[in-house]
């Protein structure tokens, strides 16, 4: 009983040290498959900036940014900038969003994503890694793994399309600014959206 309870309160501890993840720490490696089977590692990635994007098809504020077509123009324009553009989903299995390789290869179609890759997180390690809260969660990591902005995409947290063009689009100002060489001015802002279904 006593042995259970130490491992327990280890596994909290480091599950808590890990989803204690901040903007200028090292960003946590992981290694996931992509929708095509492809096992990707973040490690691959060093020496160039990457956007994580926490995901789920049929989360509305999801469904806002993909439906107006946001999330798409600003990954078209990282990627086309030697970006790399993560979209990750940690949807468990019989929760809201979830989907295996071929789902995720549909989702794609359906939305005509530009990322990089789409990930499956399907047990969640990575997005409990991260502290992942809401989809989409955004982070940007530099091409030294330095974690540079985590928080929301842009800084009107509603479901509608018609405040995007109203909005700070915080993760293209974030990129833009490192791109230049510069710092992030606003690095850690409050996510928006719907929960991760871990």
């Not at 689009?169 to 230049?180: H, R």
Request: hydrophobic share 40%; glycine share 10%.
């Amino acid at each position: 009983m006593y042995r259970n309870l130490v491992i327990a309160s280890l596994a909290l501890c480091s599950s808590m040290a890990m989803a204690a993840v901040s903007v200028g720490d090292k960003a946590p490696n992981f290694t996931l498959t992509d929708a095509n089977g492809q096992s990707h590692q973040l490690s691959d990635f060093a020496g160039k900036t990457v956007v994580l994007e926490w995901t789920n098809h049929g989360c509305p504020f999801v469904k806002k940014h993909y439906g107006a077509e946001n999330m798409q123009n600003q990954q078209a324009k990282w990627t086309g900038a030697d970006v790399v553009w993560l979209s990750v989903n940690s949807g468990a299995p019989g929760k809201q969003g979830h989907v295996d390789g071929p789902g995720a290869l549909a989702v794609m179609a359906e939305q005509n994503s530009k990322q990089t890759a789409y990930l499956l997180d399907t047990p969640g390690d990575v997005g409990r890694a991260y502290g992942a809260k809401t989809t989409p969660h955004m982070y940007v990591i530099d091409g030294e793994g330095t974690l540079r902005y985590a928080g929301a995409i842009d800084s009107i947290p509603s479901a509608d399309k018609a405040d995007i063009a109203e909005a700070t689009q915080y993760v293209d100002v974030a990129l833009t600014q490192l791109a230049a060489g510069g710092s992030v001015a606003t690095a850690v802002t409050k996510p928006y959206g719907c929960s991760v279904k871990y």
